[in-house]
């Protein structure tokens, strides 16, 4: 329960979506199985770049079962536009269903077969000739900005975004002249989403109606139907997307790559029912990749450690064909570099460079180097001024006195409480205790403990993006009374079915077993932004209430009218709308609806009969969140193997619509940021082959690899209708930091030293190596 | 990820199955536990006209205890070994191995015969002088460990030849026992391993795995763990002429360093058990 | 290409009939053939633990094995762990009181897994807990809720 718990808001109500899917009744795109569908297979080019000389499909067609074997002749020129959204331009990466003359990433898809079942659409995936003369392969992204060669021919340069934010004179003054002037060049390493269900579409085009329902393991389904439209030329009003249970996406789905955009496509030129399931092997390699970064940081600083300028200069590496964009944020890692810290000045150029490797794409919290670069310079900071990094933290915070601060890029930062959380994360994991702690472990036995922290504002829900900042909630009540919310989300975990309830009871006044949320369908559902972007509770929880505040008005209204009561002085409260202080004069909420709907003569006059309404909520354009993040760790110094003891999350989300389903929300993350630093690592050799192809290379944290997360949670509500924030991609962004960071910290017992992850064994010993330790 | 076509045969008694492998040659594989060969066969990294599943076999099955000796029916169930006193070591390498779903299907003749190089049972095999039953059409054979392993998944089992028992001589008297492993999670394959049996006095032996195409024996590291030369002396030694491959999991100077800490925590480990 | 073969499977309690290709897999029968599709893929090679199932009372990986070779065989999948009217069972009921799911993709995997693991050991320790579910990949709890979960259901059975 929090300080500001209501009814149903406020607290952790146990989720309605669980009943399904723990009795393994949820519905995951792979499970639709409609009569006369057909499987599909890609074959994908294995040689990073290069051209096709031959291609060869008459045996595969030839296989019994097989029903079409689709290559680029057979489909591109009937492509539209495979843009996965026209929110952000991917500054012309050409986007074709199918590889033409060249391949331009292992994993690139050449064929499409379509046949009765899987199996045999691999078994005829491997009878399609294919011989592709290598080129070499641009794999590495510092090297790929000057390169001659070009992973996109049509392109003039491998640079595709290039956002400088120049230095000022004062600050070149700073950088030049101050005290102390630390620089350090940070790299964040290839890891990738990884949702438990890879993707999928199962597509129906009927040719008789011309229309197309497509089922997808999407987070976005208007979005999707949106993209499909485009590709296939169909119109949007004959297009229906369906996501009624999705496996996780962190991302990935959020929007719609070319290989489900070309299954729909195929759907429709052959006008049959199509299924495509991934499967791992093509989810580790061909869906999207992420966090390859490297940034050259440079903070000046005054002698007593105070921050008096920085400078970013990041480079992030965006695959072949990124998705949304360049697929990572480019600008806003250096627009956010400076993150909950004073600092008087600070510019940034930030770069994102194609390479013949897997797309980048959204992974939560996409910009979130800023943070990794940011947080891991602080502690370089410190150890320079020889301060504490908690110490040097607190001098430099952004403190609730100082707010709203403007930060350096422009940005304004308000209701956030990051000295707060500072705080209150430092006293739960009793931050001092532990370096008296850490060195008497260390004098005594010579073990290597270290303490980390991963200090962060969130830019959540922002308004400013189109469509993204906008929602819309259908909020209707039958003639017997029970609601249905209708909504454009993509709910996959967050609980939307639940939390969404929450709300609209709230705001309603109903029990919430009589509300019902509808998603994941743009049959029945208002256009949306999908699920992602941290921005559930307050877009769509806004619009909720705002739909939510005309229904209740016009049923106080009717029960006025009912009652002869003056609207103001009535309440609803458990499904009764009653005279506030007279719970005899009441009518029920029930008998309100059946009213509007069916017995309209006893409505006031003029109104219409009915009970539904329709509100939209455009965000502001950011609603700031914020975390602290800190951890123990203990660096084995015989094996190299890092082991997180205690992890701690002190965040303000503003007001938590559930509490149980934040923390859940920022205990993935942690995790995935855990595995992100300490073991997930995708790996490409220098011709651009992936070895990590596999759950046995690419390793992800199980139950023995996490401790248990310990939270402290802070309200401070937004300016936004609930007070919420958004929260879901917080717990991915301070942790890998936070852990790097504790690791630096034990390592520099010892005087080794890291700046770049994966932190495995490999690292750490060759880190203790050079230290001599 | 669907496996190839293959022809699935599902003998009842070994003879039958042992008629099929001479029959079909390099084009059949014997199917035991699966947990090795299955996801080989669905990443299609390897495929075969034939699959002898060797699961309804009844004599296949089982342990006993003949003449000093604890007798494995290949068939047998990994985490049957979890509760095998009489060998140590088979009790303590087993719940390393994957996990819990695993050791409910894998088997022990299936791990000795696919004879991964990180894997325990080899390790094992070796350190205790195993013998290896063999059957084929043909007859019997009964290999020594050390003459079994032959490199990465590669024994000195002839093609129509099925694994049928493995032999694991007990150790009477006072005796110290260690497995230790590092791997990057639980239940992973060993970034490097070893297994340590000792008598002091009498015998000693350390056999390491995950550091070379097979597991490998230290006689050097043996005879001076006999001698009673400090752990860190005998790790060393049992390194000493180790070269380990790279890969993306660690590289080969890792896996040396971590393979002396094994040692060195296993002999450590035996002496102790042993109230040496 | 395959040889087919005829098989009689007990599938929750329930005797089918059905004739299988020797190399579709156990998880791809219950889903496709039995229409039981709570059983899902997450990787078809053995890491994920997503396809657990109990095949005579042991959870396996049910994508690492051949439905030819349940013939015979006690099979439960997840929608043959609670009551038959939908009721959850005690291990159910602690999964949903802990919010031990967020996608639930790979719940099914967990539910069969940590339903193995009480009827073996009904009084864990947190070491075995943690032991026991390492074979099963969750991407959206970070495992909190599922190892309270366990917690909370050895209570209950204990």
């Given at each position: 329960m929090t300080a500001t718990a209501g009814r149903f808001v406020g607290q952790s109500v146990l989720r309605r979506e669980d009943a399904r899917l723990l009795t393994g009744r949820g519905r995951y795109v792979d499970d639709v199985m409609l009569p006369g569908m057909l499987h599909c297979a890609f074959v994908r080019s294995d040689i990073a770049r290069g051209t096709v000389t031959r291609l060869d499909v008459a045996a595969a067609c030839a296989l019994d079962g097989v029903v079409a074997v689709l290559t680029a002749a057979d489909l591109n020129a009937h492509a539209g536009s495979m843009q996965p959204t026209l929110l952000l331009n991917a500054n012309g990466a050409p986007l074709r269903p199918l590889a033409e003359r060249d391949v331009r990433f292992v994993g690139d898809p050449i064929a499409l077969?379509?046949?009765?079942?899987?199996?045999?659409?691999?078994?005829?995936?491997?009878?399609?000739?294919?011989?592709?003369?290598?080129?070499?392969?641009?794999?590495?992204?510092?090297?790929?900005?000057?390169?001659?060669?070009?992973?996109?021919?049509?392109?003039?340069?491998?640079?595709g975004d290039d956002v400088p934010f120049p230095r000022s004179e004062a600050l070149e003054a700073a950088l030049r002249d101050s005290p102390l002037v630390v620089t350090e060049t940070f790299r964040q390493h290839r890891q990738t989403n990884v949702p438990m269900e890879t993707r999928g579409i199962v597509a129906a085009y009927d040719p008789a109606s011309a229309e197309l329902h497509a089922w997808m393991s999407t987070q976005n389904p208007h979005?999707?139907?949106?993209?499909?439209?485009?590709?296939?030329?169909?119109?949007?009003?004959?297009?229906?997307?369906?996501?009624?249970?999705?496996?996780?996406?962190?991302?990935?789905?959020?929007?719609?790559?070319?290989?489900?955009?070309t299954v729909a496509l195929a759907a429709r030129r052959l006008g049959r029912t199509l299924k495509w399931i991934e499967d791992r092997r093509e989810n580790l390699i061909a869906a999207n990749h992420a966090r390859v970064d490297v940034a050259t940081c440079t903070l000046a600083l005054d002698d007593d450690g105070r921050l008096l300028g920085a400078y970013v200069d990041h480079l992030e590496d965006a695959g072949a064909y990124p998705t949304g964009g360049m697929g990572g944020a480019g600008a806003l890692v250096g627009m956010l570099f400076t993150g909950p810290y004073k600092v008087p000045q600070a510019a940034f150029r930030s770069r994102a460079v194609f390479t013949n490797t897997c797309a980048r794409g959204a992974y939560r919290g996409p910009w979130m180097f800023e943070t990794v670069a940011r947080e891991q310079m602080a502690d370089v900071a410190a150890r320079a001024v020889g301060l504490d990094p908690l110490e040097w933290r607190r001098r430099n915070v952004v403190r609730a006195g100082d707010l709203p601060y403007t930060l350096p890029s422009g940005m304004p930062l308000d209701n956030v409480t990051a000295a707060e959380t500072l705080e209150q994360a430092a006293e739960i994991i009793g931050y001092d205790a532990f370096r008296v702690e850490q060195r008497r472990v260390f004098e005594s036995e010579g073990r290597l403990l270290g303490i980390g922290l991963g200090l962060y504002v969130e830019p959540t829900s922002m308004g400013a993006m189109d469509p993204l900042g906008t929602d819309t909630a259908i909020v209707r009540v039958a003639p017997t009374g029970e609601v249905t919310v209708a909504l454009g989300t993509g709910s996959h975990g967050q609980g939307i079915e639940t939390t969404m309830a929450q709300v609209v009871a709230e705001e309603l006044g109903v029990d919430i077993d009589d509300v019902v949320v509808v998603q994941g369908d743009t049959?029945?559902?208002?256009?949306?932004?999908?699920?992602?972007?941290?921005?559930?509770?307050?877009?769509?929880?806004?619009?909720?209430?705002?739909?939510?505040?005309?229904?209740?008005?016009?049923?106080?209204?009717i029960a006025a009218h009912l009652m002869e009561a003056a609207p103001g002085d009535l309440e609803i409260v458990d499904g009764v709308v009653s005279v506030k202080g007279t719970p005899a004069r009441s009518v029920p909420w029930k008998e309100v609806a059946r009213i509007a709907h069916l017995d309209t003569a006893r409505l006031p006059a003029g109104m219409a009969p009915g009970l539904e309404a329709t509100a939209s909520y455009q965000a502001p354009p950011i609603t700031w969140s914020n975390a602290c993040h800190a951890c123990t760790v203990e660096v084995d110094r015989t094996t190299g193997l890092v082991r997180v003891l205690r992890y701690v999350v002190s965040e303000d989300c503003g007001v938590m619509i559930n509490p149980m389903v934040v923390e859940g929300q920022i205990a993935g993350g942690v995790v995935q940021g855990l595995g992100g630093t300490l073991l997930e690592h995708v790996v490409y050799d220098a011709d651009g082959n992936p070895l990590t192809t596999t759950f046995m290379d690419y390793l992800v944290p199980t139950a023995t690899e996490v401790p248990e997360i310990e939270y402290g949670h802070i309200e401070t509500p937004s300016p936004t209708p609930g007070g919420h924030k958004g929260m879901g991609e917080g717990g991915a962004i301070g942790s890998p930091p936070c852990i790097f960071n504790a690791v630096a910290d034990a390592l520099a017992l010892v005087g080794a030293r890291i700046d770049r992850t994966p932190l495995g064994p490999d690292a750490i010993l060759t880190a203790l190596d050079t230290a001599g330790a | 990820m669907k496996p190839a076509g293959f022809a699935y045969h599902a003998p009842d008694d070994l003879d039958h199955a042992l008629d099929l492998l001479a029959e079909l040659g390099d084009d059949a594989k014997v199917l035991a536990g699966g947990q090795s060969l299955v996801p080989i066969l669905a990443l299609r990294l390897a495929r075969f006209d034939h699959l002898v599943d060797l699961n309804r076999i009844g004599v296949l099955r089982g342990v006993e205890r003949a003449d000093g000796a604890l007798v494995v029916r290949a068939m047998t169930r990994q985490r049957a070994m979890e509760r095998v006193d009489d060998v140590p070591l088979l009790a303590r390498a087993t719940p390393l191995i994957g996990h819990f779903q695993i050791r409910n299907r894998g088997t022990v003749g299936g791990s000795l015969a696919h004879a991964d190089p990180a894997s325990e049972y080899p390790a094992v095999a070796l350190a205790l002088d195993a013998d290896l039953e063999l059957a084929s059409r043909r007859g019997r054979r009964s290999v020594p460990a050390s003459e079994f392993f032959q490199s990465t998944w590669t024994t000195t089992a002839d093609p129509d030849e099925v694994l049928v028992a493995a032999r694991f001589p007990r150790w009477e008297g006072r005796a110290g026992f260690a497995v230790e492993e590092v791997a990057r999670r639980h239940g992973d394959f060993a970034l490097a391993g070893a297994v340590c049996a000792y008598e002091p006095g009498a015998r000693a032996a350390i056999a390491l795995f995950g550091v070379a195409p097979t597991a490998v024996r230290a006689p050097a590291a043996e005879k001076a763990m006999l001698a009673g030369v400090p752990a860190d002396e005998v790790a060393h030694e049992a390194v000493r002429d180790l070269q380990p491959a790279d890969d993306v999991h660690a590289s080969s100077a890792t896996r040396v360093r971590l393979a002396r800490a094994v040692v060195r925590r296993a002999v450590t480990g035996a002496r102790e058990e042993a109230g040496a | 290409m395959s040889s087919q073969h005829d098989i009689v499977v007990s599938v929750n309690g329930e005797r089918r009939h059905a004739r299988v290709d020797a190399r579709v897999t156990l998880a791809d029968f219950v889903r496709e053939q039995c229409g039981l599709t709570g059983t899902h893929l997450g990787c078809e090679h053995g890491v994920c633990g997503a396809c657990t199932v109990l095949v005579d009372g042991d959870a396996v990986r049910s994508c690492l094995l051949f439905a030819v070779q349940a013939d015979g065989a006690e099979v439960t999948t997840v929608e043959g762990i609670g009551g038959p009217d939908g009721a959850l069972s005690p291990v159910q009921e602690a999964f949903r009181a802990e919010h031990g799911l967020q996608c639930g993709f790979c719940t099914p995997g967990f539910v069969v897994t940590v339903t193995a693991l009480l009827a073996e050991n009904p009084a864990p320790s947190d070491a075995e807990i943690r032991e026991a579910l390492s074979g099963n990949i969750c991407r959206c709890t970070g495992y909190q809720g599922i190892v309270r979960a366990v917690r909370r259901a050895a209570g209950t059975s204990a």
């Open positions: 077969v379509v046949a009765q079942s899987r199996y045999l659409a691999e078994d005829a995936a491997e009878l399609v000739e294919v011989e592709i003369e290598p080129l070499p392969a641009i794999v590495d992204v510092e090297r790929a900005v000057d390169a001659p060669d070009r992973v996109h021919p049509e392109l003039g340069s491998n640079v979005e999707a139907r949106l993209a499909i439209s485009r590709v296939t030329g169909l119109p949007a009003n004959r297009i229906r997307v369906t996501a009624r249970d999705v496996g996780g996406g962190f991302g990935q789905k959020f929007f719609t790559f070319r290989d489900e955009l049959a029945s559902t208002p256009f949306g932004r999908g699920t992602g972007g941290s921005g559930t509770a307050v877009i769509a929880g806004s619009a909720c209430r705002a739909a939510s505040e005309a229904v209740r008005a016009k049923v106080v209204e | - | -």
